[in-house]
């Protein structure tokens, strides 16, 4: 993700505005960002959880995990409650829940270039942010708590039975 916000520094420094979580590597991401110039609008925010988690989440407009292996990440499916498209890899089970040019868009993973184009089409297209958006939540109503817990009750009570 960083090598492409940093191969177009010129174009995404003045359409986008990232932030990145996680709590690993945080050294040799703080490193990429400062080496490319990229601080004035990219933010390393380290480990996000909390009422910080639901902030990020209330403003954010596209969620970006591009992963080299996952299962099915919960990030995803709480991005996807807050009405977010997405842009991740279709390794695990993100390809059950991101149906692209749905609710978001697959791209391999370590391609950057891949990466720069479902960037650029969500700059181009703003008015797809909300429609995918839209898709995603709906899409990821199975995933809720109120969901999974019908489930899981009928499942007991049949064993019960």
């Given at each position: 993700?960083?090598?492409?916000?940093?191969?177009?520094?010129?174009y995404f420094?003045?359409?986008?505005?990232?932030?990145i979580?996680g709590n690993?590597?945080?050294?040799?991401?703080?490193?990429?960002?400062?080496h490319?110039?990229?601080?004035?609008f990219?933010?390393?925010?380290?480990?996000v959880?909390g009422?910080k988690?639901?902030?990020?989440?209330?403003?954010?407009?596209?969620?970006?995990?591009?992963?080299?292996?996952?299962?099915?990440p919960?990030?995803?499916?709480e991005?996807?409650?807050?009405?977010m498209?997405?842009?991740?890899?279709?390794v695990g089970g993100?390809?059950?829940?991101?149906?692209?040019y749905?609710?978001?868009?697959?791209?391999?993973?370590?391609?950057h270039k891949?990466?720069?184009?479902?960037l650029?089409?969500f700059?181009d297209?703003?008015?797809?942010?909300?429609?995918?958006g839209e898709?995603?939540?709906?899409k990821a109503?199975?995933?809720?708590p109120?969901s999974v817990?019908?489930?899981?009750?009928?499942v007991?009570n049949?064993l019960?039975?």
């Amino acid at each position: 993700l960083l090598q492409a916000i940093s191969n177009e520094r010129d174009y995404f420094a003045q359409h986008i505005e990232l932030h990145i979580g996680g709590n690993l590597e945080e050294e040799k991401l703080q490193a990429f960002i400062r080496h490319h110039n990229l601080s004035d609008f990219v933010t390393f925010m380290g480990w996000v959880s909390g009422n910080k988690k639901t902030e990020c989440l209330e403003w954010a407009h596209i969620y970006i995990l591009p992963s080299y292996n996952e299962g099915l990440p919960i990030g995803i499916l709480e991005a996807m409650s807050y009405r977010m498209p997405i842009i991740s890899t279709p390794v695990g089970g993100i390809p059950e829940v991101v149906e692209p040019y749905q609710n978001g868009i697959l791209v391999q993973p370590g391609n950057h270039k891949e990466i720069s184009s479902a960037l650029h089409y969500f700059i181009d297209n703003p008015d797809l942010i909300s429609q995918y958006g839209e898709a995603s939540y709906t899409k990821a109503q199975p995933y809720f708590p109120e969901s999974v817990m019908g489930s899981l009750c009928k499942v007991y009570n049949d064993l019960l039975k």
